[in-house]
């Protein structure tokens, strides 16, 4: 597609629900980044994806957060059993090539707005 | 540690030229870039810097220096549009690791 698709786009949650969020990312785009962003902050890094391989997933806060891209191209991102702690904006990105540079730009999707109640 | 560090709030007149400063301590740094986000939407790319020195595109110039682990945005003819937060990220990868770390981010008023 054109750019970084994400859905849904906002997800209201109850604690202890599990959800899944959603990026399709520019064809052809080798890497994938998961962000979770609080209000007022920078983005958080979480995972990294390149093609199907998850190369790094330091950022994942909990053995809750599950993330997967299982042909190279969608990703998903699954939270189990949501705390109000996870409620935050998870952003996906993603490059064309291994490392973004300003050739090859991070382009990011609009996010998902998680609230867990 | 990685630490990067911005202002938190600017404001500035419509019109007018305003600087936003960006100072990092990372362990390593293989470049460095800036990002606008409007509340509720993406961040979109700026500018991407890796040699010391200024670059220019159009009313917005970034700089850069390394030895002072310094950079700045600079904003020219500010318009209202340009109300929005400023973002600061660096690459510092090592081996495998690609992350970018990120500033708490600028969030700019500008004012008619």
């Known amino acids: 597609g054109a750019g970084v698709s994400q859905s849904p786009r906002y997800k209201v949650a109850k604690r202890g629900q599990d959800v899944a969020l959603r990026c399709d990312p520019i064809?052809?785009?080798?890497?994938l980044f998961w962000y979770q962003q609080a209000l007022g902050q920078g983005p958080e890094f979480l995972t990294y994806?390149?093609?199907?391989?998850?190369?790094?997933k330091s950022g994942l806060p909990s053995d809750r957060f599950f993330a997967e891209r299982p042909e190279g191209s969608v990703s998903t991102l699954k939270i189990q059993r949501t705390q109000q702690e996870d409620s935050a904006v998870y952003l996906c990105?993603?490059?064309?090539?291994?490392?973004?540079?300003?050739?090859?730009?991070?382009?990011f999707g609009a996010g998902s707005r998680l609230t867990v109640l | 540690g990685q630490n990067i560090d911005q202002p938190t709030e600017m404001t500035a007149t419509e019109g007018a030229i305003v600087q936003i400063n960006c100072t990092y301590q990372t362990s390593g740094f293989n470049g460095l870039f800036w990002y606008q986000q409007h509340a509720g939407e993406a961040p979109t790319f700026l500018s991407y810097?890796?040699l010391d020195g200024l670059e220019e595109k159009g009313r917005f110039s970034s700089f850069l220096s390394r030895s002072k682990g310094y950079s700045y945005l600079l904003l020219k003819e500010l318009q209202m549009k340009d109300s929005a937060s400023y973002l600061c990220a660096v690459r510092a990868d090592a081996g495998n690791n690609r992350k970018l770390i990120w500033g708490l981010g600028t969030s700019l008023a500008v004012n008619p």
């Open positions: 064809s052809g785009h080798v890497s």
């Open positions: 994806f390149q093609n199907e391989a998850q190369l790094d």
């Open positions: 810097n890796v």
């Open positions: 990105a993603s490059s064309l090539g291994e490392h973004p540079t300003g050739a090859n730009v991070l382009t």
